[in-house]
């Protein structure tokens, strides 16, 4: 289907497998337009052909969300080639979970690297044009664990936690007519749990995965929130499995 009326112009990081690529389905099915970035771009052709193939509207970039500049170009391209953009969907994150006492520095490094800065990078990419255009809408995937800390996951929640700041502080500061939400996944079919190298904690995300949402769970809370109607500000979805507590 050709973008409507009402659609959006949305950008989505980290949208070549799991709640990005999930997102990217179900809003070009809803009739946004999608621009999707990641690193893998043979993934980023198969979600772009299943969009396509379902008569949605797509453009992809490769795109590396620890590069400022590779952000920058991931934005202002889309601005050039469409004359706005609508939202952001700040969704790139890593997980290596590790005991502290691992010392897996560069696992560490890796996280900050992502979760953090590549969501500050978004942030500086699409802030100057929200303003300029007086309209747009940050949407930042966050986690549970910016509420929390287990074994294993400190310095993964510390991302999470920093996430969750960085995002609410942009809330309280930018005007109102911007838009700024969190979205904080429990536990969710994706591929994270994958770059996990530490088996003792490979193990216990094997068990703590067991009772899993759907990707499309959190890409349907991702629709209701920039769905509302411009005066409504959705500040925080929390969506979890029943079984977690």
Known sequence: MAPNEGSKIVLI????????????????????HVVIGARREDRLASVAAAIKDAGGSVDTRRLDVTDREDVASFVDTTVREHGRIDVIVNNAGVMPLSRMDSLLVEEWNRMIDVNVRGLLHGIAAALGHFQRQGRGHFVTVASVGAHEVVPTAAVYCATKHAAWAITEGLRLEVDPSIRVTTISPGVVESELADSITEPGAKEMMRTYRAAALPADTIAEGISYAIGQPAGVDVNELVLRPAGQR
């Open 13 to 32: 990081t980290g949208a070549s497998s799991g709640i990005g690529q999930a997102t990217a389905l179900r809003l070009a099915r809803e009739g946004h």
